[in-house]
């Protein structure tokens, strides 16, 4: 038993959205506390809008370390966790900004890690407009459909009652034991400006840390914008977002990337990506919408039933 508080980071990057960082900031601040020494650092990546001085306003005591508007979702939480080890921490809680946490959320996080050896800990992450459904929890590599299955149906009625292990969790909201940062370092924000979460987390769990979802930890979460269609774009956006610019969502260079560094294995993960440049050309992606609604999903309860852990 630990004879003081629990010392807990929340660190998250921000960049030009005030109003939404000030409501994510005034939900930390309600969360149960006791027995945890929390304290917050936000990485201001160059805003533009007041943020730093809103938050110096309205939020004192959080911690404000300035960025110059080029270090992406990825190097800017690089450098909070940087910062966060500074003070000696437990644990550390990465987090986006686009974030409203139930006040139990972080201790029931706190609980699970504390209760199993070399785990790191990942929220239920659920949408702010439709609060019953899941947002990217638990995805599942299948070689076959060209990568990480994300689920579309899934919902707070359809998930084990218990953490449960994957091999992936999404960046949203995760809670790391300072341990497995010092031992296997900070995400590579060099090959991926903005989804280190897709390799960083594969990376820790062949590092033997354990990947859990607590489900009664829950976070709620703005819904993802969704991007403009390749088919959309000019011939220079296309080469530029296909083939040069590393942090958007439809390069295939980081594609490929984070299926060989996030699959079972190389050759899994150069398959993957075969079929899914396949099933793009076809029209059948597994991460568009249209699809994930039109697939018989399995709950979550039974698909994972075999991977909760025991108390």
Not at 55 to 74: C, E, M, Y
Not at 159 to 183: M, Q, S, T, Y
Not at 278 to 292: D, H, I, P, V, Y
Request: aromatic share 10%; net charge neutral; hydrophobic share 35%.
């Amino acid at each position: 038993m630990r004879s003081s508080n629990i010392r807990v980071e929340i660190v998250t990057p921000v960049h030009n959205r005030r109003g939404i960082t000030l409501q994510c900031l005034r939900s930390i601040e309600k969360l149960d506390s006791d027995g945890l020494e929390v304290h917050t650092i936000v990485v201001d990546d160059g805003s533009t809008d007041g943020t730093a001085e809103a938050i110096k306003r309205d939020h004192p005591s959080v911690q404000i370390v300035a960025g110059d508007g080029n270090l992406w979702f990825t190097e800017g939480t690089n450098v909070g966790v940087r910062a966060a080890l500074k003070h000696q921490p437990d644990y550390i809680l990465t987090i986006n900004d686009d974030q409203v946490f139930d006040p139990q959320s972080l201790k029931f996080l706190i609980e699970t890690a504390e209760k199993h050896d070399r785990a790191i800990v990942g929220s239920l992450l659920l949408l702010w407009d439709t609060p019953h459904k899941l947002f990217q929890v638990s995805p599942q590599w299948s070689t076959k459909l060209g990568g990480w299955r994300h689920w579309y149906q899934q919902t707070v009625w359809t998930i084990p009652e218990k953490p449960w292990e994957v091999d992936l969790i999404v960046g949203n909201c995760v809670l790391f034991p300072v341990e497995a940062i010092r031992e296997v370092g900070l995400m590579d924000s060099k090959r991926y400006p903005n989804f280190g979460d897709a390799e960083y987390t594969p990376r820790l769990r062949k590092r033997g840390w354990k990947l859990l979802i607590e489900p009664r930890a829950r976070v709620f979460c703005q819904p993802n914008n969704i991007p403009a269609k390749v088919t959309k774009l000019t011939l220079g956006q296309k080469f530029n977002s296909l083939f040069i610019d590393l942090g958007h969502i439809h390069n295939l260079r980081r594609r490929l990337y984070s299926n060989l560094d996030g699959a079972p294995n190389k050759i899994s993960g150069f398959a993957a990506f075969c079929i899914f440049f396949c099933r793009l050309l076809l029209g059948k992606n597994t991460e568009s919408a249209a699809w994930g609604d039109s697939e018989k999903e399995e709950p979550l309860k039974s698909s994972f039933s075999h991977r909760v852990v025991s108390d």
